[in-house]
């Protein structure tokens, strides 16, 4: 019988050693068109029922446990940057281009433990990490002399990870924004959605001693519409953290540059070897409130062609008059100061700012 995913996204299934597998073409957003497989069911336990996001290099889709019949989430990589390795027949080099988002998705199933650890529950819960064939990464891929040539190390053809997580309700802030008339919020809506993202950094950005001489410090620096989920009474679910820079205060060293925005970032995200401090994640809150009051997406002020890059904006801030009011507008303005030491200097004080807004509403 046809999954629904097979149903729903005109999805083709087929056999590759004996296994069930299913074909789609990712159906909207920034990756609208890509091509997808997974193994049907995943790890022969999760099957596949839906498309549920994606963006960057990242997928989410819809799953059902079949053992519990609970639904959950399942993220992997939508692919890999691997074509020009594969145009030269290096086989080394593709499977080193392979690791570090690998390793990057087993990172954010620790960042997520550690979190839920720490009594966050605005994060999805990880329920599972599991390895299954891709066989989409085998090819055939055409190479310079316009032959054909097929990826051939078996181990990482079948050692695609997948992290599961609890099932989320909502939909992304991305979406609601959309469907909300100019695209803009109230104030004190605002203000209820952003105080709960700037309760997760606080816990995020708390140091976290690993073994002598390793204490990390994780900075999420990609917060964007799309990367929050609103549920019931706007409750906010904090997702894809697998973006977070990662640091090792004991000795300052970045463990992971994670990712940045352009438009939402600050203006230190632009230089690749800056470590990041707690006032990059403040900037990107106020990036979000701006959006939110004014119905403008940081994108717009971009220059043309350098929507891929991390870099930040000039917001011009008088179209936040009569949208929100002086107060709020000092707050946003001292989060997206660019000098890092102006703004707030931890998420803890920004959200007790915030607090107190809400409350004189």
């Known amino acids: 019988m046809p999954s629904k995913l097979v149903s729903t996204l005109n999805a083709q299934e087929f056999t590759w050693k004996d296994r069930t597998f299913i074909r789609a073409e990712v159906p909207k957003g920034d990756n609208k068109g890509k091509v997808f497989t997974v193994a049907q069911p995943l790890a022969q336990r999760y099957a596949i029922v839906n498309f549920f996001a994606s963006g960057g290099m990242g997928l989410l889709l819809e799953g059902l446990d079949q053992r519990t019949q609970c639904r959950v989430l399942i993220k992997t990589s939508l692919f890999y940057d691997v074509v020009p390795y594969a145009k030269v027949r290096d086989q080394d080099g593709f499977t080193n281009q392979l690791r570090i988002p690998r390793k990057t998705l087993e990172m954010e199933r620790r960042i997520l433990v550690l979190l839920r650890n720490a009594g966050c529950n605005a994060v999805p819960n990880p329920n599972d990490f599991v390895y299954d064939a891709n066989p989409q990464l085998e090819g055939p891929y055409t190479t310079e002399d316009k032959k054909e040539w097929k990826y051939a190390d078996q181990d990482m053809l079948e050692a695609e990870p997948y992290l599961i997580m ?196």
């Open 166 to 361: 609890e099932a989320v309700a909502g939909q992304s802030l991305g979406q609601l924004l959309d469907a909300t008339p100019q695209k803009r919020l109230t104030e004190a809506r605002t203000l209820r959605i952003m105080c709960q993202v700037a309760d997760v950094f606080h816990v995020l950005h708390q140091p976290k001693p690993m073994r002598a001489g390793m204490t990390w410090r994780l900075i999420y620096q990609d917060l964007k519409p799309a990367n929050l989920l609103i549920a019931a009474q706007d409750r906010v679910t904090v997702i894809d953290l697998g973006g977070c820079q990662l640091i090792n205060l004991d000795t300052g060293q970045k463990l992971l540059p994670g990712a940045a925005t352009a438009g939402y970032c600050p203006p230190e995200s632009e230089q690749s070897y800056d470590v990041l401090t707690p006032a990059a994640d403040v900037y990107t809150i106020g990036a979000n409130l701006y959006q939110l009051l004014t119905g403008k997406s940081p994108l717009e002020f971009l220059p043309p062609g350098l929507a891929m890059q991390a870099r930040s904006v000039q917001f011009d801030f008088k179209l936040l008059e009569g949208t929100c009011t002086p107060t709020l507008r000092a707050l946003i303005e001292r989060c997206l100061d660019p000098e890092p030491s102006k703004r707030f200097q931890d998420a803890r004080s920004l959200h007790t700012a915030m607090m107190e807004l809400l409350h004189g509403m």
